[in-house]
Protein backbone atom coordinates (compact mmCIF):
# COMPACT_ATOMS: atom_id res chain seq x y z
CA UNK A 1 0.00 0.00 0.00
CA UNK A 2 1.31 3.76 -0.87
CA UNK A 3 1.18 4.31 2.78
CA UNK A 4 3.37 1.51 3.61
CA UNK A 5 5.97 2.35 1.53
CA UNK A 6 6.24 6.26 2.27
CA UNK A 7 6.72 4.96 6.44
CA UNK A 8 9.06 2.26 5.35
CA UNK A 9 11.35 4.67 3.88
CA UNK A 10 11.54 6.81 6.84
CA UNK A 11 12.13 4.28 8.83
CA UNK A 12 15.47 2.93 7.03
CA UNK A 13 17.15 6.62 7.72
CA UNK A 14 20.80 5.19 8.08
CA UNK A 15 20.06 1.26 7.14
CA UNK A 16 20.37 2.48 3.81
CA UNK A 17 22.80 4.95 4.18
CA UNK A 18 26.27 3.45 4.32
CA UNK A 19 27.96 -0.10 3.61
CA UNK A 20 28.22 -2.40 6.70
CA UNK A 21 30.64 -1.68 9.56
CA UNK A 22 33.54 -3.45 10.03
CA UNK A 23 34.67 -4.84 13.47
CA UNK A 24 33.82 -2.38 16.90
CA UNK A 25 36.34 -1.34 19.02
CA UNK A 26 36.39 -1.90 22.89
CA UNK A 27 35.42 0.95 24.63
CA UNK A 28 36.33 1.32 28.45
CA UNK A 29 32.79 1.11 30.00
CA UNK A 30 34.22 2.82 33.43
CA UNK A 31 34.55 6.01 31.41
CA UNK A 32 31.73 8.16 31.26
CA UNK A 33 33.09 9.79 28.13
CA UNK A 34 32.84 9.89 24.71
CA UNK A 35 33.68 6.97 22.33
CA UNK A 36 37.34 7.63 21.62
CA UNK A 37 38.29 9.45 17.86
CA UNK A 38 41.52 8.72 16.68
CA UNK A 39 43.74 11.44 15.42
CA UNK A 40 40.57 13.85 16.75
CA UNK A 41 40.98 16.86 19.39
CA UNK A 42 38.99 16.45 21.99
CA UNK A 43 38.36 20.39 22.05
CA UNK A 44 37.81 21.49 18.27
CA UNK A 45 37.49 24.93 17.39
CA UNK A 46 35.19 26.46 14.85
CA UNK A 47 36.27 28.37 11.88
CA UNK A 48 36.88 32.06 13.80
CA UNK A 49 40.03 32.93 14.67
CA UNK A 50 40.87 33.02 18.81
CA UNK A 51 39.11 36.20 20.54
CA UNK A 52 36.75 37.02 17.75
CA UNK A 53 33.66 37.07 19.13
CA UNK A 54 30.35 35.53 17.84
CA UNK A 55 28.79 38.22 15.52
CA UNK A 56 24.77 37.83 15.20
CA UNK A 57 24.08 37.32 11.92
CA UNK A 58 27.24 35.56 11.01
CA UNK A 59 26.88 31.73 10.10
CA UNK A 60 29.19 29.67 12.71
CA UNK A 61 31.04 25.92 11.29
CA UNK A 62 29.95 23.93 14.34
CA UNK A 63 32.01 21.05 13.11
CA UNK A 64 35.06 20.38 11.22
CA UNK A 65 36.07 17.13 10.21
CA UNK A 66 35.89 15.38 7.18
CA UNK A 67 33.26 13.50 7.98
CA UNK A 68 29.66 14.18 7.43
CA UNK A 69 27.08 15.30 10.02
CA UNK A 70 23.44 16.09 9.97
CA UNK A 71 20.52 15.92 11.13
CA UNK A 72 20.66 19.06 13.81
CA UNK A 73 18.66 19.61 17.46
CA UNK A 74 19.74 22.66 19.12
CA UNK A 75 19.41 23.54 23.20
CA UNK A 76 20.26 26.22 25.06
CA UNK A 77 21.09 25.63 28.89
CA UNK A 78 18.36 27.71 30.67
CA UNK A 79 20.62 28.16 33.38
CA UNK A 80 23.56 29.74 31.51
CA UNK A 81 22.47 30.96 28.04
CA UNK A 82 26.04 30.90 27.10
CA UNK A 83 26.18 26.92 27.00
CA UNK A 84 24.60 25.29 23.79
CA UNK A 85 24.32 21.47 22.45
CA UNK A 86 23.92 20.23 19.27
CA UNK A 87 23.20 17.15 18.37
CA UNK A 88 23.46 15.22 15.03
CA UNK A 89 24.09 12.15 12.87
CA UNK A 90 28.24 12.24 12.50
CA UNK A 91 29.80 9.74 10.29
CA UNK A 92 32.49 9.07 12.71
CA UNK A 93 31.10 5.91 13.86
CA UNK A 94 33.27 3.17 15.78
CA UNK A 95 32.69 1.35 12.42
CA UNK A 96 36.50 0.40 10.97
CA UNK A 97 38.09 3.93 10.57
CA UNK A 98 34.94 5.71 11.23
CA UNK A 99 32.50 4.34 8.25
CA UNK A 100 29.31 4.30 10.48
CA UNK A 101 26.70 7.30 11.54
CA UNK A 102 26.58 7.40 15.58
CA UNK A 103 25.06 10.06 17.40
CA UNK A 104 27.23 13.19 17.46
CA UNK A 105 27.28 15.60 20.65
CA UNK A 106 28.73 19.17 20.31
CA UNK A 107 29.10 21.88 23.15
CA UNK A 108 29.89 25.04 23.57
CA UNK A 109 30.57 27.23 27.02
CA UNK A 110 30.85 30.85 25.49
CA UNK A 111 28.12 31.27 23.42
CA UNK A 112 29.61 29.70 20.43
CA UNK A 113 33.04 30.96 19.74
CA UNK A 114 34.06 27.14 20.62
CA UNK A 115 32.39 23.52 20.19
CA UNK A 116 33.54 20.71 21.16
CA UNK A 117 33.43 17.60 18.97
CA UNK A 118 32.53 14.13 20.42
CA UNK A 119 30.28 10.92 20.39
CA UNK A 120 27.57 9.61 22.62
CA UNK A 121 29.51 6.71 24.32
CA UNK A 122 29.19 2.97 23.03
CA UNK A 123 28.37 1.59 26.45
CA UNK A 124 25.21 0.61 28.07
CA UNK A 125 22.14 0.81 26.47
CA UNK A 126 24.36 1.66 23.03
CA UNK A 127 26.65 -1.31 23.62
CA UNK A 128 25.27 -4.04 21.44
CA UNK A 129 24.52 -1.32 18.53
CA UNK A 130 26.84 -0.74 15.37
CA UNK A 131 25.15 2.61 14.54
CA UNK A 132 23.28 5.52 15.84
CA UNK A 133 21.61 8.71 14.82
CA UNK A 134 17.95 10.59 15.05
CA UNK A 135 19.16 12.78 17.26
CA UNK A 136 17.33 15.23 19.96
CA UNK A 137 18.82 17.03 22.49
CA UNK A 138 17.47 19.18 25.50
CA UNK A 139 18.58 20.41 29.19
CA UNK A 140 16.57 20.30 32.39
CA UNK A 141 16.33 23.82 34.83
CA UNK A 142 19.47 22.39 36.41
CA UNK A 143 21.18 22.59 33.48
CA UNK A 144 21.51 19.18 33.24
CA UNK A 145 21.71 17.78 29.63
CA UNK A 146 19.81 14.86 27.96
CA UNK A 147 20.67 13.03 24.48
CA UNK A 148 18.19 10.59 22.96
CA UNK A 149 18.63 8.97 19.82
CA UNK A 150 17.84 5.50 17.95
CA UNK A 151 20.47 2.81 18.16
CA UNK A 152 20.27 -0.29 15.65
CA UNK A 153 22.68 -2.88 13.70
CA UNK A 154 22.35 -2.35 10.19
CA UNK A 155 22.71 -6.23 9.27
CA UNK A 156 20.44 -7.51 11.94
CA UNK A 157 17.21 -4.51 11.69
CA UNK A 158 18.03 -5.03 15.90
CA UNK A 159 17.01 -1.17 17.13
CA UNK A 160 16.74 0.53 20.59
CA UNK A 161 16.06 3.86 21.94
CA UNK A 162 18.32 5.31 24.25
CA UNK A 163 18.81 8.56 26.76
CA UNK A 164 22.01 9.95 27.62
CA UNK A 165 22.65 12.66 30.41
CA UNK A 166 25.49 15.00 30.64
CA UNK A 167 25.69 16.84 33.80
CA UNK A 168 29.03 19.08 32.31
CA UNK A 169 27.00 21.08 29.97
CA UNK A 170 27.19 18.10 27.15
CA UNK A 171 31.01 18.06 27.15
CA UNK A 172 30.89 14.50 28.50
CA UNK A 173 27.96 11.84 28.63
CA UNK A 174 27.15 8.99 31.08
CA UNK A 175 26.21 5.51 29.60
CA UNK A 176 23.11 5.92 27.34
CA UNK A 177 19.96 4.73 29.38
CA UNK A 178 17.33 2.41 27.56
CA UNK A 179 13.99 4.17 26.76
CA UNK A 180 13.18 1.33 24.43
CA UNK A 181 14.78 -2.17 24.51
CA UNK A 182 15.97 -3.30 21.50
CA UNK A 183 14.21 -6.92 19.58
CA UNK A 184 15.91 -8.93 16.52
CA UNK A 185 13.91 -7.20 13.32
CA UNK A 186 10.54 -6.16 14.99
CA UNK A 187 9.19 -4.11 16.29
CA UNK A 188 11.90 -1.78 14.59
CA UNK A 189 11.93 1.75 16.64
CA UNK A 190 12.58 4.80 14.38
CA UNK A 191 12.11 8.72 14.69
CA UNK A 192 12.86 9.19 18.80
CA UNK A 193 12.82 12.82 19.81
CA UNK A 194 12.35 14.36 23.01
CA UNK A 195 10.85 17.22 25.36
CA UNK A 196 12.03 18.29 28.89
CA UNK A 197 9.60 19.81 31.02
CA UNK A 198 11.42 22.87 32.54
CA UNK A 199 7.92 24.81 33.32
CA UNK A 200 7.93 26.53 36.52
CA UNK A 201 4.34 26.03 37.39
CA UNK A 202 4.27 22.36 36.51
CA UNK A 203 4.40 19.72 38.84
CA UNK A 204 6.11 17.63 36.87
CA UNK A 205 8.88 19.96 36.03
CA UNK A 206 12.29 17.81 35.30
CA UNK A 207 10.26 15.18 33.54
CA UNK A 208 12.23 14.07 30.47
CA UNK A 209 9.62 12.57 27.75
CA UNK A 210 10.20 10.98 24.40
CA UNK A 211 8.03 9.77 21.72
CA UNK A 212 9.21 7.72 18.49
CA UNK A 213 7.91 5.69 16.02
CA UNK A 214 7.12 1.71 16.54
CA UNK A 215 7.29 -0.35 13.38
CA UNK A 216 5.64 -3.81 13.57
CA UNK A 217 8.05 -5.42 10.88
CA UNK A 218 9.92 -3.53 7.86
CA UNK A 219 7.66 -4.84 5.28
CA UNK A 220 4.42 -2.83 5.32
CA UNK A 221 2.98 -3.34 8.57
CA UNK A 222 1.40 -1.03 11.26
CA UNK A 223 3.72 2.15 12.70
CA UNK A 224 2.01 3.69 15.97
CA UNK A 225 3.46 5.82 18.09
CA UNK A 226 5.03 5.20 21.36
CA UNK A 227 6.00 7.20 24.35
CA UNK A 228 7.71 7.10 27.60
CA UNK A 229 9.26 9.20 30.50
CA UNK A 230 11.60 9.69 33.01
CA UNK A 231 10.59 10.98 36.27
CA UNK A 232 14.23 11.04 38.33
CA UNK A 233 16.40 13.02 35.64
CA UNK A 234 16.92 10.25 33.24
CA UNK A 235 18.20 7.27 35.64
CA UNK A 236 14.97 5.02 34.23
CA UNK A 237 12.24 5.34 31.80
CA UNK A 238 8.76 4.07 31.82
CA UNK A 239 7.76 0.98 30.34
CA UNK A 240 6.84 2.04 26.52
CA UNK A 241 3.01 2.77 25.71
CA UNK A 242 1.47 3.54 22.50
CA UNK A 243 -0.91 6.69 22.31
CA UNK A 244 -1.96 6.94 18.60
CA UNK A 245 -4.80 5.81 19.66
CA UNK A 246 -6.59 3.41 16.58
CA UNK A 247 -4.43 5.34 13.99
CA UNK A 248 -2.25 2.60 12.51
CA UNK A 249 0.33 4.46 10.16
CA UNK A 250 2.32 6.88 11.96
CA UNK A 251 5.74 8.90 11.63
CA UNK A 252 7.51 12.02 13.05
CA UNK A 253 6.38 12.39 16.52
CA UNK A 254 7.54 15.44 18.31
CA UNK A 255 6.87 16.13 21.98
CA UNK A 256 6.48 19.57 23.95
CA UNK A 257 5.39 20.85 27.37
CA UNK A 258 2.77 23.07 28.82
CA UNK A 259 2.79 25.83 31.11
CA UNK A 260 1.29 23.76 33.51
CA UNK A 261 2.96 20.52 32.76
CA UNK A 262 0.56 19.57 29.92
CA UNK A 263 2.51 17.23 27.41
CA UNK A 264 1.45 17.16 23.80
CA UNK A 265 2.80 15.15 21.39
CA UNK A 266 2.31 15.62 17.30
CA UNK A 267 2.56 13.33 14.55
CA UNK A 268 1.80 12.70 10.98
CA UNK A 269 -0.63 9.34 10.21
CA UNK A 270 -2.03 8.21 7.27
CA UNK A 271 -5.65 7.17 6.83
CA UNK A 272 -5.86 5.36 3.41
CA UNK A 273 -4.84 7.80 0.80
CA UNK A 274 -4.74 11.17 3.35
CA UNK A 275 -1.78 12.23 5.19
CA UNK A 276 -3.04 14.21 8.36
CA UNK A 277 -1.77 15.82 11.43
CA UNK A 278 -2.45 14.69 15.15
CA UNK A 279 -2.10 15.84 18.41
CA UNK A 280 -2.54 13.95 21.71
CA UNK A 281 -2.56 15.55 24.85
CA UNK A 282 -1.39 14.45 28.55
CA UNK A 283 -2.94 16.06 31.69
CA UNK A 284 -1.17 14.04 34.09
CA UNK A 285 2.43 14.05 33.17
CA UNK A 286 2.73 11.77 30.51
CA UNK A 287 0.82 8.94 32.25
CA UNK A 288 -2.21 8.94 30.39
CA UNK A 289 -3.04 10.53 27.57
CA UNK A 290 -6.14 11.86 25.52
CA UNK A 291 -8.12 10.79 22.25
CA UNK A 292 -5.83 12.04 19.18
CA UNK A 293 -6.92 15.15 17.60
CA UNK A 294 -6.83 16.12 13.78
CA UNK A 295 -4.89 19.17 13.58
CA UNK A 296 -4.91 19.85 9.79
CA UNK A 297 -4.79 17.74 6.66
CA UNK A 298 -1.58 17.47 4.63
CA UNK A 299 -0.57 17.40 1.05
CA UNK A 300 2.75 16.02 0.87
CA UNK A 301 4.87 17.17 -1.47
CA UNK A 302 7.11 14.53 -1.44
CA UNK A 303 10.59 13.29 -2.49
CA UNK A 304 10.55 14.79 -5.71
CA UNK A 305 11.17 17.79 -4.05
CA UNK A 306 14.55 18.30 -4.96
CA UNK A 307 15.78 17.42 -8.33
CA UNK A 308 18.35 15.48 -7.07
CA UNK A 309 18.59 11.88 -5.08
CA UNK A 310 18.29 13.60 -1.03
CA UNK A 311 14.81 12.44 0.13
CA UNK A 312 12.64 15.18 1.95
CA UNK A 313 10.03 13.65 4.27
CA UNK A 314 7.04 15.41 5.28
CA UNK A 315 7.69 15.57 9.44
CA UNK A 316 5.82 17.96 11.67
CA UNK A 317 7.54 19.93 14.19
CA UNK A 318 5.37 21.32 17.19
CA UNK A 319 5.58 23.71 20.39
CA UNK A 320 3.81 25.06 23.37
CA UNK A 321 4.07 28.03 24.32
CA UNK A 322 5.08 28.06 28.15
CA UNK A 323 6.22 31.51 29.25
CA UNK A 324 3.19 34.29 30.50
CA UNK A 325 2.38 36.34 27.43
CA UNK A 326 -0.57 36.93 26.01
CA UNK A 327 -0.52 33.54 24.10
CA UNK A 328 0.29 31.20 27.02
CA UNK A 329 -0.59 27.60 26.40
CA UNK A 330 -0.61 28.04 22.71
CA UNK A 331 0.19 24.64 21.15
CA UNK A 332 1.75 25.32 17.47
CA UNK A 333 2.67 22.72 14.76
CA UNK A 334 4.35 23.15 11.32
CA UNK A 335 5.12 21.58 8.35
CA UNK A 336 5.75 21.21 4.49
CA UNK A 337 2.54 20.88 2.31
CA UNK A 338 1.86 21.03 -1.38
CA UNK A 339 -1.43 22.05 -1.91
CA UNK A 340 -0.72 25.60 -3.23
CA UNK A 341 1.21 23.94 -6.21
CA UNK A 342 4.61 23.98 -4.67
CA UNK A 343 6.12 23.00 -0.82
CA UNK A 344 5.22 25.87 1.40
CA UNK A 345 5.93 26.01 5.11
CA UNK A 346 2.23 25.86 6.86
CA UNK A 347 1.15 26.54 10.75
CA UNK A 348 -1.88 25.68 12.59
CA UNK A 349 -1.85 26.52 16.17
CA UNK A 350 -4.54 25.97 19.05
CA UNK A 351 -6.00 28.14 21.92
CA UNK A 352 -7.51 25.57 24.00
CA UNK A 353 -5.15 22.93 24.80
CA UNK A 354 -5.38 21.07 21.18
CA UNK A 355 -8.89 20.31 21.47
CA UNK A 356 -9.56 23.13 17.95
CA UNK A 357 -7.37 24.23 15.98
CA UNK A 358 -6.97 27.81 13.36
CA UNK A 359 -7.09 27.21 9.56
CA UNK A 360 -3.48 26.43 8.25
CA UNK A 361 -1.08 29.99 7.95
CA UNK A 362 1.69 30.08 4.94
CA UNK A 363 4.95 31.21 7.01
CA UNK A 364 7.23 31.61 4.16
CA UNK A 365 5.87 35.04 2.64
CA UNK A 366 7.71 34.97 -0.62
CA UNK A 367 6.11 35.07 -4.06
CA UNK A 368 7.81 32.60 -5.82
CA UNK A 369 6.90 28.90 -6.93
CA UNK A 370 10.33 28.15 -5.48
CA UNK A 371 9.83 25.30 -2.39
CA UNK A 372 10.51 25.37 1.39
CA UNK A 373 10.87 22.36 3.49
CA UNK A 374 11.86 21.13 6.62
CA UNK A 375 10.26 22.99 9.15
CA UNK A 376 11.51 23.19 12.66
CA UNK A 377 9.93 26.14 15.26
CA UNK A 378 10.50 27.08 19.21
CA UNK A 379 8.80 29.31 21.36
CA UNK A 380 10.41 31.92 23.16
CA UNK A 381 9.11 32.91 27.06
CA UNK A 382 7.63 35.89 25.56
CA UNK A 383 5.86 34.34 23.87
CA UNK A 384 7.47 34.71 20.02
CA UNK A 385 7.31 32.19 17.88
CA UNK A 386 10.23 30.93 15.77
CA UNK A 387 10.14 28.97 12.36
CA UNK A 388 13.10 27.74 10.65
CA UNK A 389 13.19 26.05 7.61
CA UNK A 390 15.20 25.22 4.04
CA UNK A 391 14.26 27.74 1.66
CA UNK A 392 15.03 27.95 -2.42
CA UNK A 393 13.31 31.33 -3.11
CA UNK A 394 16.77 32.77 -3.68
CA UNK A 395 17.48 30.67 -7.08
CA UNK A 396 15.82 30.78 -10.04
CA UNK A 397 16.57 27.30 -10.89
CA UNK A 398 14.74 26.20 -7.25
CA UNK A 399 17.28 23.90 -6.13
CA UNK A 400 20.13 25.77 -3.62
CA UNK A 401 19.12 25.89 -0.59
CA UNK A 402 19.31 28.96 2.19
CA UNK A 403 17.79 28.44 5.39
CA UNK A 404 15.27 31.08 6.52
CA UNK A 405 13.59 31.87 9.56
CA UNK A 406 9.53 33.43 9.89
CA UNK A 407 8.97 34.93 12.93
CA UNK A 408 5.28 35.86 14.64
CA UNK A 409 4.82 38.82 17.39
CA UNK A 410 1.40 38.10 17.18
CA UNK A 411 0.68 34.40 18.52
CA UNK A 412 1.00 33.01 14.83
CA UNK A 413 -0.84 34.69 13.06
CA UNK A 414 1.42 36.24 10.62
CA UNK A 415 5.05 35.97 10.02
CA UNK A 416 7.90 37.66 8.65
CA UNK A 417 10.76 36.35 7.47
CA UNK A 418 14.30 36.77 7.46
CA UNK A 419 17.64 34.65 5.73
CA UNK A 420 19.62 33.08 8.08
CA UNK A 421 22.05 31.66 5.68
CA UNK A 422 25.25 33.75 4.34
CA UNK A 423 25.49 32.09 1.28
CA UNK A 424 23.71 29.77 -0.64
CA UNK A 425 24.18 25.79 -0.08
CA UNK A 426 24.64 23.96 -2.70
CA UNK A 427 23.78 20.32 -1.68
CA UNK A 428 24.54 18.50 -4.97
CA UNK A 429 22.58 15.30 -5.92
CA UNK A 430 23.69 12.44 -3.91
CA UNK A 431 24.13 13.77 -0.48
CA UNK A 432 21.80 12.73 2.32
CA UNK A 433 21.23 16.29 4.22
CA UNK A 434 19.36 14.64 6.83
CA UNK A 435 15.28 14.57 7.79
CA UNK A 436 15.13 17.88 9.52
CA UNK A 437 16.91 20.95 11.05
CA UNK A 438 16.76 22.56 14.74
CA UNK A 439 16.17 25.73 16.33
CA UNK A 440 15.69 26.89 20.04
CA UNK A 441 14.47 30.44 21.80
CA UNK A 442 15.57 32.97 23.78
CA UNK A 443 13.49 35.89 24.49
CA UNK A 444 16.19 38.37 22.87
CA UNK A 445 17.26 35.95 20.21
CA UNK A 446 16.88 32.46 18.33
CA UNK A 447 19.93 29.96 17.26
CA UNK A 448 18.90 28.02 14.24
CA UNK A 449 21.28 25.34 13.23
CA UNK A 450 21.54 23.23 9.74
CA UNK A 451 23.33 20.71 7.49
CA UNK A 452 25.57 23.19 5.32
CA UNK A 453 28.41 22.41 2.55
CA UNK A 454 32.13 23.07 3.33
CA UNK A 455 34.59 22.05 1.20
CA UNK A 456 32.56 18.83 -0.31
CA UNK A 457 31.60 17.98 3.15
CA UNK A 458 28.51 18.19 5.27
CA UNK A 459 29.12 19.96 8.09
CA UNK A 460 26.92 21.84 11.06
CA UNK A 461 26.30 25.42 11.47
CA UNK A 462 24.77 27.57 13.38
CA UNK A 463 23.35 31.28 13.90
CA UNK A 464 22.26 33.69 16.80
CA UNK A 465 19.49 35.42 15.25
CA UNK A 466 18.40 38.60 17.23
CA UNK A 467 14.37 39.43 17.92
CA UNK A 468 14.82 42.46 17.91
CA UNK A 469 16.29 42.75 14.24
CA UNK A 470 12.56 41.78 13.38
CA UNK A 471 11.22 44.24 16.01
CA UNK A 472 13.53 47.34 13.56
CA UNK A 473 11.64 46.18 10.40
CA UNK A 474 8.28 45.05 11.37
CA UNK A 475 6.82 48.98 10.73
Known sequence: MKQFGFLVSMSLISILLLPSAASVPTVDTAQPRFAPIPMLADFTPIKLPPGVPLLPGLDVRVTNDPKDQNEVSVAVNPSNARNMLIGANDARGPGANGQEWWCGAYATFDAGLHWSMGLLPQQAGLANYTAAGDPSVGFDHRGNAFFTCLGFVRQTSNSTIVNAKSTDGGLTFQPPVTVAAGALGAPFHDKPYMAI?????????????????????????????????????????????????????????????GPNGEVYVSFEAHVGAQARLYVVRSDDGGNTFGTPVQAAPIREPGNTLPPGDYRTPTIPSSATDNGRGPYSGSVYAVWQDGSLGNSDILLVYSRDKGMTWSSPIKVNTDTTTNDQFFPFISVARNGRVDVVFYDRRNDPSNFLLDVFAGVSYDGGVSFRNRRITDAQIDPGTTIFIGDYIG?????????????????????????????????????
Open 439 to 475: VTSLNDSFYPGWCGVANGQEEIFMEEAPALRFVAVRA
Open 197 to 257: DNSPLSPYRGNVYVSWTNFSDLAGGTSPIYFSRSTNAGATFSAPKRISGGLLYDQGSQPSV
